[in-house]
């Protein structure tokens, strides 16, 4: 039972559980700089533990075992270009594949919540699901640090999770309250955890790239040790500014990791209507390419762990997974349009990451059926409890228009839509 | 009070005090210790033109507010004639606007290592304009950094790199190529620190030259001053002194949020009298403060970069006429010092906006909107508007001196706006 595992998990060596268990859904301090927004909505703000693995979940007790290898292959063998692949073995632990399973559930749950959130009216605009993709996300983050910068477009919900964001933080977001990552003036496609060296978050397509390739720039600067992973889809991949931001990156031995996370649908485009070469991990000519299994978390992983390396000796390296998401482009594409449903379930059924990891636990007799089912249901509880507890944090207050225009405003003056009735002066 | 943290003298640079400024003035100031005390001559030469520098402290020393001493010696000023520049060399300085760019810059990098330069030319070329001139080997190729003709790829990187907390100065050779990278400006730069809520704050600079040169056409004359000025979230300084140059470029590089800074390649080359306290390594001038350049009572004439200079030489024509005009130098097209432009046109009742930009949303139009919502009442006539013509910049010689603000039109302006000029002809 669950209970059981829980009581089992309390009883094995384990680091000390935080105070936050798993069933606290409260957001943790952004950064140093918003310790006025704590004080602002106090009550649904407690101090987060500085998470030490790389899982958003590591205070779960699970009863897995730290110290035990286990060898797994990824599903296909890397496809190098320019460069000597990885090899396809790759060593892991119960405790890994735990995570991971319980990792991806929630981010699951938390996508397919959204989408009724959606479908209610209570999010609005936008809203790009990345259910089906999450493996890139898990597999990233197991083989980097928080140190390591990540930077993305608007398919952003579960990379913000995997960097240490929470539930409610996000639902928040999505619902424009004030608990959201960026106090509900953000929105779906502009999340950010500067702590975590999550920089977002980008509505444009393609703009990401040269941005992500100047946190390299000042990681270099800096001479630190760490990378950054600028993702983008396949339709971004044929932004010229991309190239631009390439050509740099390799001029200058940025230690630049371009993910191109190819779901094969640039919105309502397939890849090869838009792309001359959707060999995406070959565009960079001169720049090395990995083609990677997007939907196998560990091929990820032992990706990132590999590019990672080749970035700090080498400079730029890009890597393009092969995922799949299971919704359309947004909330407002249904998705089935230019592709077969029966693509759809097909993928489901073959390649599905989740189910890829709930296989390899099952066959390691890490744990049993129910006990992953149960952990579903407690992802899909964490879930509710979350989406419960954001709704019930207010709208932003109405002078909150006008704040963060500037860092710094010397007290200039700022209008609403009628400045003669509403004026404000920025701090 | 200004965002002039490292220095440890706070001056009051407000407009109400004497600053140097055009460069027909001279300056002549005798600094007894550093407690101050500026002792002003006056000229025993008629006609001479003085300025002085007042320290709050001189004001304060003498039991008089700033304001009043400043005013003091503003009536001391003679009416100005055609006389050379300098009697007193000793104590007067001079410096070209692109030694003031080339020393704030240089004095920026020194005082803060993660400030650099990115950009076209900026390093081994010693600057398409030569205003990063001997950056490169000082500073090294990690600080100085030359780039490939990518804008739009360049200006991303700035950016990110300013999202992880370096302060990055990039170089477009001038701002018609920004709007290769415009997208990187506004929706990377500007917007971020709002939609993330105060999480990602923006510290960079994007300088160059704006606006039009001599001859280089319609593709290489555009002002960006009103499309860069209406984003929140930005901040847009144009200096037109050296003085301006170095105390603006200093504080866009201190400022945490992103500036535009729009320079002028005609005024690269100009000559201005700088003050001591504007060599200091830790001046800066505030941002969102405009300067009276010249008081007057008659008619206000607002200006930026170039423009001022125009501005100041058709005062100095309607003065012949019996029109006292007051110039204000914006310096800050974002945010617009609207008390100052208000007040001043509270006094004068009457204004003349010049700019070189298109006529159409530019920033005179912006100014004449603020005016009439806040001092509507005090107008004695219409607002008047001097503008770059309303066409893509020709070429050739003639049409391009048609295509720009000259002296001449703000003359006829400022005419207009106190009901001095023959009423047009009826058209046919």
New interface residues.
């Given amino acids: 039972t669950l209970l059981s595992f829980v009581l089992s998990a309390a009883l094995l060596q384990h680091p000390p559980l935080h105070q936050t268990y798993r069933f606290d859904l409260s957001i943790g301090h952004k950064t140093a700089d918003d310790m006025a927004l704590a004080r602002r909505s106090s009550n649904l703000l407690k101090p987060l533990s500085t998470a030490s693995s790389s899982s958003f979940l590591n205070r779960r007790p699970f009863s897995t075992d730290d110290s035990t290898t286990i060898t797994v292959e990824t599903s296909v063998p890397f496809t190098g270009h320019n460069c000597e692949p990885p090899s396809r073995s790759i060593d892991t632990t119960p405790k890994e594949l735990m995570t991971f399973f319980t990792d991806m559930a929630l981010m699951r749950r938390m996508e397919i919540a959204a989408d009724s959130l959606y479908k209610s009216k209570l999010i609005r605009g936008f809203c790009h699901l990345y259910d089906g993709q999450e493996a890139v996300s898990i597999g990233m983050e197991a083989a980097i640090t928080k140190k390591d910068c990540i930077i993305t477009a608007y398919r952003d919900h579960c990379i913000f999770l995997g960097r240490g964001g929470t539930l409610l933080e996000s639902f928040s977001e999505l619902m424009g309250r004030q608990a959201g990552c960026s106090r509900g003036k953000g929105g779906s496609m502009h999340f950010y955890k500067k702590d975590a060296c999550f920089f977002g978050g980008h509505g444009i397509v393609g703009a990401q790239v040269p941005l992500g390739c100047g946190l390299a720039f000042a990681q270099k600067y800096r001479k630190e040790d760490h990378v950054t992973f600028t993702m983008y889809g396949d339709g971004a991949a044929n932004q010229g500014q991309l190239f631009e931001a390439l050509n740099m990156a390799a001029l200058w031995d940025l230690p630049a990791i371009l993910v191109c996370e190819n779901n094969h649908y640039g919105m309502g485009t397939a890849e090869w209507r838009a792309a001359k070469s959707p060999a995406y991990y070959k565009r960079g000519d001169y720049v090395p390419g990995l083609k990677v299994d997007g939907m196998d978390a560990f091929a990820v992983k032992q990706a990132c762990k590999f590019a990672k390396e080749h970035a700090l000796k080498n400079g730029p390296i890009i890597l393009e997974m092969d995922t799949y998401r299971y919704h359309g482009h947004s909330m407002s594409d249904p998705g089935s349009t230019y592709r077969t449903r029966d693509e759809i379930s097909g993928v489901r059924q073959e390649r599905d990451p989740i189910e890829r990891i709930r296989k390899l636990i099952l066959a390691h007799d890490i744990a049993t059926e129910k006990e992953l089912k149960d952990i579903e249901k407690l992802a899909r509880k964490e879930v509710d409890e979350a989406i419960a507890k954001a709704k019930e944090s207010p709208m932003p207050d109405d002078p909150e228009l006008f704040t963060n225009v500037y860092r710094k405003g010397f007290g200039v003056e700022s209008f609403g839509t009628d400045r003669k009735e509403v004026r404000a002066t920025l701090p | 009070m ?2 002039c943290h490292r220095s440890d003298r706070s001056i009051d640079f407000s407009h109400q005090l004497l600053l140097p400024a055009s460069y027909p003035h001279s300056v002549f100031a005798i600094i007894v210790n550093h407690n101050s005390f500026f002792f002003l001559f006056y000229p025993v030469f008629q006609g001479e033109k003085m300025w002085g520098i007042l320290s709050q402290k001189l004001g304060a020393a003498r039991g008089l507010s700033s304001q009043v001493v400043g005013n003091y010696v503003l009536r001391l000023r003679l009416a100005p004639s055609a006389m050379p520049m300098r009697h007193y060399s000793s104590a007067t300085k001079e410096m070209t606007v692109r030694d003031a760019l080339n020393s704030a810059l240089d004095e920026e990098m020194a005082a803060d290592p993660n400030v ?1 330069v990115m950009g076209e030319e900026v390093g081994e070329y010693q600057g398409a304009y030569k205003i990063t001139k001997g950056l490169l080997d000082k500073y090294g190729p ?1 600080r100085v ?1 030359d ?2 003709i ?1 804008e ?15 302060r990055p100065v990039i170089e477009f050779m001038t701002f018609n190529f920004s709007m290769q990278a415009i ?2 400006i506004i ?2 730069a500007a917007k ?10 923006v ?1 960079i600079v994007f300088r160059g030259p704006n606006g039009p040169a001599a001859g280089v056409g319609a593709q290489h004359s555009q002002c960006y001053g009103a499309w860069y000025g209406s984003v ?2 930005l ?1 847009v300084l144009v200096p037109y002194s050296s003085e301006d140059a170095r105390g603006l470029l200093k504080a866009a590089i201190r ?3 992103p500036v535009v800074f729009l320079e002028n390649e005609l005024l690269y080359g100009e000559t201005f009298p700088i003050s001591a306290e504007a060599l200091d390594s830790s001046f800066c001038l ?3 403060k405009a300067k009276i350049e010249r008081e007057g009572k008659d008619i206000t004439i607002t200006a930026f970069s170039k423009m001022v200079g125009y501005a100041l030489k058709a005062a100095e024509i309607l003065e012949k006429e019996g029109i006292n005009a007051e110039v204000i130098n914006l310096r800050s097209i974002r ?1 617009l010092d ?1 008390a100052t432009i208000n007040a001043s046109v509270r006094k004068t009742n009457r204004l003349v906006t010049v700019e070189e930009g298109f006529p159409q949303h530019g920033v005179g139009a912006e100014i004449c909107a603020t005016v009439v ?1 806040d001092s509507f009442g005090y107008l004695d006539a219409p607002v008047e508007r001097i503008a770059g013509a309303d066409v893509p910049t020709p070429y050739a010689a003639n049409l391009e001196r048609m295509a720009f603000p000259q002296i001449e039109d703000i003359v006829r302006a400022a005419k207009r706006a106190c009901y001095r000029s023959v009423p047009m002809a009826a058209s046919a």
């Fill in positions: 200004y965002n650099f990690e950094v780039t490939p990518t739009a790829g360049f200006a991303g990187i700035g950016v990110g790199s300013a999202y992880h907390g370096l997208d990187h929706n990377s971020s620190n709002y939609m993330s809520a105060g999480q990602i704050n510290p929140p979230g901040k400022d945490p949020d505030p941002i969102g945010p609207r919502e």
